[in-house]
């Protein structure tokens, strides 16, 4: 009997449950490139992405087949469209520039910004707001984002290849 009552504390504190803290970060607010993987209002496709500063973003459509090579560029309030050499100004409500502005919107409005990251399955998670309703970010330990959303917008992203840029590259880059 006293081998019992001396297991049951010990069983206790091996099988209770604990969630791992919480961890005060920030996403990164600096110039990147990665591959997305983007769903956006159920269409999905894959892009390979530059981010050189809040609000400038270039997005090169890399599938599905149809869409390969159409380049995005956003400046502030101005679209770019550029695809086999035409380039345009874009509607604002064409689907595609949509999704590229969504994805500017959600990132830049959590970029720098402290939270709560709270450890789960995936890495580390945390909630934001931007003008287009709730974001969540997700980082890996070393505070790489792995992917972002926001549901409201119909809107995620899955993020591989991650690349700091350096800050000489990307001014040599608009200057052109």
């Given at each position: 009997m006293k081998k019992l009552l001396l297991a049951v504390p010990v069983i206790l504190a091996f099988s209770s449950c604990s969630s791992a803290p919480a961890q005060t970060a920030a996403v990164p607010d600096i110039p990147f490139s990665a591959n997305a993987g983007i769903t956006y209002n159920g269409a999905e496709f894959t892009a390979e992405v530059w981010r050189s500063a809040p609000g400038k973003w270039e997005l090169t459509v890399t599938e599905p087949y149809t869409l390969e090579g159409l380049k995005m560029e956003l400046c502030g309030d101005e679209t770019r469209l550029s695809l086999l050499g035409i380039e345009a100004a874009a509607d604002v409500g064409n689907d595609a520039v949509s999704a590229a502005k969504a994805i500017a919107s959600a990132y830049d409005a959590v970029a720098g910004q402290q939270g709560t990251f709270t450890a789960d399955a995936?890495?580390?998670?945390?909630?934001?707001?931007?003008?287009?309703?709730?974001?969540?970010?997700?980082?890996?330990?070393?505070?790489?984002?792995?992917?972002?959303?926001?549901?409201?917008?119909?809107?995620?992203?899955?993020?591989?290849?991650?690349?700091?840029?350096?800050e000489t590259d990307i001014e040599a880059e608009i200057v052109e």
């Open positions: 995936n890495g580390y998670t945390m909630t934001g707001t931007c003008p287009l309703g709730s974001v969540t970010v997700v980082l890996a330990d070393d505070g790489t984002p792995l992917a972002f959303s926001c549901d409201t917008a119909g809107l995620s992203v899955e993020l591989s290849g991650f690349e700091k840029l350096p």
